[in-house]
């Protein structure tokens, strides 16, 4: 019997749709074959699903196993597949009726006792699920707050393997996470205010038209004059985020793995301040794993270029 279960990659901060795809074989002896282009961290995911599923007391299937990974010509990175590789293995043994993984989309790391780990680009995936007309969409607890900010997606967070299965077969009745526009927005924190420059009344006038309307500032001044102080509290007179500014914002951060906390959205503007030595990649991004770059991470932000030289 062959089961399939959907789920999703990230290419840079886009989710790209997978379709995890188990058939059980017959055979002398336990084999779990992975095709489809896996990176050493889902490869791995083999491991992590056999003792999940065993510790969580339910039938791994003593057959040879064959998982493809589709579409076969994009490469598949972390280990968020192994929410889905095990849900297909599940259904593909009769553990889980194939019928409630219609319309739906997994994703989730797996302890080794079925615990179900926060994973990156949350956000992403449920802004995708919503553009593909997915109905469900079942992650880490952790993850859930801010992926139901996706319209018309059902989110479910579960904190282990064996609540999703139970979920699945009807047992357990988790409720899916309702976004409230209200209730997720709060005021922004950053730990520092405009306020707390005293004197510079110049420096803060420059500061406040450029906040005023959207300019480039340059700062020139001998070390200690204040140029990095003043710039670390521009974020603070900016105007608040908007809500589609702040979905944004949380998508690079949630995609980069530095959003931290359990908040839904993100409702600080960025204030990135790379250091003058690091690398291009490290500025605009990209790499043979595409990441977003300080560029990308000062979105509706501030960027902070200190020690810029000028060219000769």
Known sequence: ?????????????????????????????????????????????????????????????????????????????????????AVSLLAA?????????????????????????AINGAVSVALMAAERGYKRLILPLANAPEAAIAPGVEVYG????LEVVELLNGSMMLQPFQFNEMEAARLPDYGVDYSDVKGQRQSIRALEIAAAGGHNVLMTGPPGSGKTMLARRLPTILPPLALQESIEVTRIFSASGKKGGNTALVWERPFRSPHHSASHAAIVGGGKNPKPGEVSMAHHGVLFLDETRRAR
Not at 94 to 117: H, I, Q
Request: proline fraction near 6%; glycine fraction near 8%; include cysteine.
């Open 1 to 85: 019997m062959i089961a399939q279960a959907h789920s999703a990659t990230l290419l840079g901060i886009d989710a790209l749709p997978i379709v995890v795809e188990m058939d059980l074989v017959y055979a002398s002896e336990l084999k779990f074959i992975m095709v489809g282009l896996p990176d050493k961290a889902v490869e791995e995911s083999k491991e992590r699903v056999q003792t999940a599923i065993r510790n969580c007391n339910l039938d791994f299937p003593k057959k040879k196993i064959i998982c493809n990974l589709a579409p076969g010509d994009i490469r598949k990175e972390g280990p968020w597949l192994d929410l889905p590789i």
């Open 158 to 161: 579960a904190n282990s393997l």
């Open 93 to 117: 043994g009769g553990s889980v009726p194939s019928r409630e993984m219609e319309g739906a989309l997994f994703l989730g790391e797996l302890g080794l006792d079925g615990a179900l780990r």
